[in-house]
């Protein structure tokens, strides 16, 4: 086998996906047209069109106001499994970011019982599992992001169906000018609920923000930290306490034009610099990604052989929020594929 083909088929993990941004264009047009919503085109390879994250928002946006009751969700959620699974994912810890749609009037506990049954199902045909992370929507400001944290607690409190699977919170959106103490309530919420933390920064802005993330709202992950390595202090300290960062290189080139190409990414400094970074599609259906495209583009922009690319997905368990013995599981599930797969690197 090659090592293309060894790569697509290595079992991976992945905790930088949206949901949303799974979605495959032919799913957003049948959902417009079910729910009685027009679209500015109807050819659907027309429609993910951007040049920057905030024109990208915009997409992600039309695409998620398609959603519009429980049995969207489920759809968009099993979609999201037998995709992810084709490209080699068993494990995904997935964001749903559900602002619009609660300030629509949908209830919480109805998209996260929609999102559960879809991904049960997903996971029944496929064998991979997958987890939620509920994020907030910097755009919709703090309070409808406190407001969010606060029916999630209550909903967890209540058993309510599917709420086993939401493991933390997140932060997502235009990070330009918005100062992420404003949602420190909503996290020290989270927090002393033993809801895991998370958030977007450093996709668009400097280190200033991923130290805000670890300081002010008690993230003990980062998604992106793109910008990182332009303070050593906190590249340092980031690396020694073990805390990863969920780096997203095609997309940081084809969503956030931060980066020209490929080779030209951080990512193999910021693994030289000894910080714990995973390998994520982001957004995969709206970039025309895949996670077995991921690794086979970064194992040739990199120069990575098959050892380095095994072991990146084996950070993606460390970097994981599941618990001790389901780690070693998921550790061995892909060690065993890897011993199986070994390509010949001639
Ligand atoms: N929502 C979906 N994708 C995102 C990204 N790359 N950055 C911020 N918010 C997002
Ligand atoms: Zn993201």
Same mark, same amino acid.
């Given at each position: 086998?090659? @090592?293309?083909?060894?790569?697509?088929?290595?079992?991976?993990?992945?905790?930088?996906?949206?949901?949303?941004?799974?979605?495959?264009?032919?799913?957003?047009?049948?959902?417009?047209?079910?729910?009685?919503?027009?679209?500015?085109?109807?050819?659907?390879?027309?429609?993910?069109?951007?040049?920057?994250?905030?024109?990208?928002?915009?997409?992600?946006?039309?695409?998620?106001?398609?959603?519009?009751?429980?049995?969207?969700?489920?759809?968009?959620?099993?979609?999201?499994?037998?995709?992810?699974?084709?490209?080699?994912?068993?494990?995904?810890?997935?964001?749903?970011?559900?602002?619009?749609?609660?300030?629509?009037?949908?209830?919480?506990?109805?998209?996260?019982?929609?999102?559960? #049954?879809?991904?049960?199902?997903?996971?029944?045909?496929?064998?991979?599992?997958?987890?939620?992370?509920?994020?907030?929507?910097?755009?919709?400001?703090?309070?409808?992001?406190?407001?969010?944290?606060?029916?999630?607690?209550?909903?967890?409190?209540?058993?309510?169906?599917?709420?086993?699977? @939401?493991?933390?919170?997140?932060?997502?959106?235009?990070?330009?000018?918005?100062?992420?103490?404003?949602?420190?309530?909503?996290?020290?919420?989270?927090?002393?609920?033993?809801?895991?933390?998370?958030?977007?920064?450093?996709?668009?802005?400097?280190?200033?923000?991923?130290?805000?993330?670890?300081?002010?709202?008690?993230?003990?992950?980062?998604?992106?930290?793109?910008?990182?390595?332009?303070?050593? #202090?906190?590249?340092?300290?980031?690396?020694?306490?073990?805390?990863?960062?969920?780096?997203?290189?095609?997309?940081?080139?084809?969503?956030?034009?931060?980066?020209?190409?490929?080779?030209?990414?951080?990512?193999?400094?910021?693994?030289?610099?000894?910080?714990?970074?995973?390998?994520?599609?982001?957004?995969?259906?709206?970039?025309?990604?895949?996670?077995?495209?991921?690794?086979?583009?970064?194992?040739?922009?990199?120069?990575?052989?098959? @050892?380095?690319? @095994?072991?990146?997905?084996?950070?993606?368990? #460390?970097?994981?929020?599941?618990?001790?013995?389901?780690?070693?599981?998921?550790?061995?599930?892909?060690?065993?594929?890897?011993?199986?797969?070994?390509?010949?690197?001639?």
């Amino acid at each position: 086998m090659d @090592v293309a083909m060894a790569l697509e088929r290595l079992p991976k993990v992945e905790l930088h996906c949206h949901v949303e941004g799974t979605m495959r264009p032919g799913t957003v047009v049948e959902l417009a047209r079910k729910n009685g919503l027009a679209l500015p085109t109807s050819d659907p390879t027309e429609l993910y069109a951007y040049s920057s994250l905030d024109t990208f928002l915009e997409v992600f946006w039309l695409v998620q106001s398609v959603l519009s009751d429980r049995d969207d969700w489920a759809r968009l959620a099993y979609e999201s499994v037998v995709d992810g699974a084709a490209h080699g994912l068993v494990y995904r810890e997935t964001f749903f970011t559900p602002a619009r749609h609660l300030d629509a009037g949908q209830d919480l506990g109805e998209i996260i019982a929609g999102l559960g #049954e879809g991904l049960a199902a997903g996971e029944a045909e496929t064998g991979a599992r997958v987890a939620l992370i509920a994020d907030i929507d910097r755009a919709y400001g703090p309070g409808p992001g406190l407001e969010m944290v606060r029916r999630l607690v209550e909903l967890r409190r209540g058993g309510s169906p599917g709420l086993e699977r @939401v493991l933390g919170i997140g932060l997502d959106s235009t990070e330009l000018g918005v100062d992420p103490a404003a949602f420190a309530e909503a996290f020290a919420l989270a927090g002393r609920e033993r809801l895991r933390r998370t958030s977007h920064q450093g996709e668009d802005t400097p280190p200033t923000t991923i130290a805000a993330g670890l300081d002010v709202l008690g993230c003990e992950r980062i998604d992106h930290g793109l910008s990182i390595l332009d303070d050593k #202090e906190l590249t340092a300290r980031v690396a020694d306490a073990r805390i990863p960062l969920t780096v997203c290189p095609n997309s940081n080139i084809r969503i956030a034009n931060k980066v020209e190409r490929l080779e030209l990414h951080p990512f193999p400094q910021m693994r030289e610099a000894g910080l714990l970074v995973t390998l994520n599609t982001d957004d995969p259906a709206l970039t025309e990604l895949d996670l077995g495209y991921e690794y086979r583009s970064a194992a040739e922009a990199f120069g990575y052989g098959w @050892v380095d690319m @095994v072991q990146i997905a084996v950070d993606g368990v #460390e970097a994981s929020w599941l618990d001790e013995p389901e780690k070693g599981a998921l550790r061995t599930r892909i060690l065993e594929g890897a011993q199986h797969l070994a390509p010949d690197e001639g």
